[in-house]
């Protein structure tokens, strides 16, 4: 299974850069890449064999105005610059209401062909001047073309809403497109499928839909891992499984549960360093940025340092071995407090164990997983269920032990 | 008349904190709203010429909460305690605070209403250079 890191922060640059042998990709946001055109294309195209693809978050165009505009009404700054890079109108279309209905969006082709230039446009924004400064700092690669384009996709709440149908008509018609110009770039979807309505027609329907496409990426929204049920994971599972059928696809926004799918077929998956490991429609980029946090590897979930830190003084074993905490804890608890003082290293430290566990896909054997997780939950769950819940901020969830382990168990170990 | 009104006015936690910092000033270097990895303990205290560093989660009625802190605590306290709103006070499950070490203050609404209801145990979970830090930090702050 690849990792493809999803960038989000500027600060990110420098140890993305020193983490890239442990990365097979990454995921540029269409917004970030539109606001700050000169040092993303210099940092993606310094890289050498670096794959990568533009989200192109049009799904932003469905919330309501209110959530993408600043104080004074007018759009923010690197919403307004996509969508200027999209269709010269969209942005008037959308100050123009309070929230956007399917007709609102502007004619399919318009907007592929926007988005799709967008999408190309690495290249000729790395060759700017102001770009040139950084890729004296970042140095020249040859990372310039993505490994495809991605269609404009919606969110959608059933294969019955409007939001779906043209969602699929994007896809159909940046297709038509990318075969139009014969240049070997070839188009590929997100499907920002609800994971909690799926059901066996929807899925074969799905299915059926897309089943022109190569590339498929799923966006399970509303799918928090910590507190997926069983039906959720299974349903997961199994559009994975069918779509694999036919395309390559890749997960955004996973975390290890959603990891765990490439026994089902899923070739990819990415995350932000950190955070981003799932993501549902209503959160808009922005805000302030994440508390540090600890990825503990047998809870394959993170962990704030404070936390972290008492369940290392309970439970040593828990310390991880890999090469960043060996160095940094040396066995000793203690040393947890570091981390706060090197932040970068919580990063370090994240990736090295997910590039581990990608591996373990790799060689996934089912039931030992699930025998795994059951065993982590019987051992670590009475200790630490009275902390606070981790992710309350977040999900709002009332969850705090690792019960999240035992319906992981339940999902992944159902037949399909 | 007036009493009464008094008795049936939401006590904030700040008034529960003033009050119990008052208290504890009594032989301690008391500090408030001190910095731990990504949160902030309401109240710690260091004895006076002495090396036992205390924390205090305030809360006037969810202790559970307060209880939660407190356990988070125990990774940097020599002794962790929760403080509660004596008119709350008795919702708090005594059980629970034994089973993990944790102390319990009973804090009025009037100076002086404070009482120690359970002593805290020794942390075993301390880390002894956040403790050593915080330390340094809270003799710092009173000189």
Request: charged fraction near 25%.
């Amino acid at each position: 299974m690849n990792i493809h890191l999803r960038f989000g922060l500027q600060k990110d640059k420098e140890i993305i850069r020193d983490l890239s042998d442990k990365l097979d990709g990454l995921v540029i946001p269409a917004h970030i890449l539109s606001y700050q055109s000169a040092v993303i294309s210099a940092f993606v195209s310094s890289f050498t064999d670096m794959p990568f693809i533009i989200d192109p978050m049009t799904y932003l165009l469905q919330h309501p105005k209110v959530e993408l505009t600043n104080g004074s009404g007018d759009l923010r700054k690197s919403i307004s610059k996509m969508c200027a890079e999209y269709t010269p109108d969209v942005e008037s279309v959308l100050l123009a209401h309070r929230q956007l209905s399917p007709n609102n969006i502007p004619d399919c082709e318009i907007l592929c062909k926007g988005v799709r230039n967008q999408q190309l446009s690495i290249s000729s924004k790395a060759a700017t001047k102001k770009a040139e400064k950084y890729l004296k700092r970042y140095g020249r690669g040859d990372s310039v073309t993505p490994r495809f384009i991605v269609s404009p996709y919606f969110h959608f709440n059933s294969t019955s809403d409007q939001w779906y149908k043209l969602s699929l008509e994007m896809a159909q018609a940046m297709q038509t497109i990318c075969s139009e110009k014969g240049d070997g770039i070839e188009a590929g979807v997100v499907i920002f499928v609800p994971a909690d309505k799926l059901t066996d027609d929807e899925i074969a329907t799905i299915a059926s839909d897309y089943s022109k496409f190569k590339h498929i990426i799923l966006w399970p929204g509303d799918f928090d891992e910590r507190t997926a049920n069983k039906a959720q994971i299974v349903n997961i599972r199994k559009l994975v499984s069918k779509l694999s059928e036919f395309a390559e696809v890749e997960i955004l926004y996973a975390g290890f549960l959603l990891m765990t799918t490439a026994a089902d077929g899923a070739k990819v998956v990415s995350h932000g360093l950190t955070y981003s490991q799932h993501k549902s429609f209503a959160v808009t980029p922005g805000g302030g940025g994440m508390p540090e946090r600890y990825y503990i590897p047998k809870f394959r979930a993170f962990r704030s340092l404070s936390q972290t830190d008492i369940i290392f003084h309970q439970k040593p074993e828990l310390m991880c071995d890999c090469p960043v905490c060996e160095n940094l804890l040396q066995s000793n608890p203690d040393r947890i407090i570091l981390f706060s003082d090197e932040p970068e290293k919580l990063r370090e430290h994240f990736i090295s164990v997910r590039k581990q566990e990608a591996i373990e896909m790799d060689n996934f054997d089912r039931s030992s997983l699930v025998s795994e997780l059951r065993d982590i939950y019987h051992e670590y769950h009475s200790s630490i269920c009275n902390l606070p819940n981790p992710d309350a901020l977040v999900s709002g969830s009332n969850m705090n032990g690792l019960e999240y382990l035992n319906r992981w168990a339940d999902g992944i170990s159902e037949e399909l | 008349m007036k009493t009464g009104k008094v008795k049936n006015k939401v006590i904030s936690e700040k008034r529960i904190a003033d009050v119990l910092i008052s208290f504890l000033r009594n032989g301690n270097h008391v500090a408030r709203e001190v910095r731990h990895y990504e949160k902030s303990i309401d109240v710690v205290t260091m004895v006076l010429d002495g090396d036992e560093l205390c924390t205090v989660e305030v809360k006037t009625q969810n202790w559970k909460k307060a209880f939660q802190q407190a356990f988070v605590n125990l990774a940097v306290a020599d002794k962790s305690y929760i403080a509660m709103y004596s008119k709350y006070v008795h919702r708090v499950d005594i059980g629970m605070l034994k089973e993990y070490g944790i102390g319990l203050y009973s804090v009025g609404s009037a100076w002086g209403e404070v009482e120690l209801l359970k002593d805290a145990d020794r942390s075993c979970y301390m880390n002894k250079i956040t403790n050593r830090r915080i330390k340094e930090q809270i003799i710092g702050v009173r000189k």
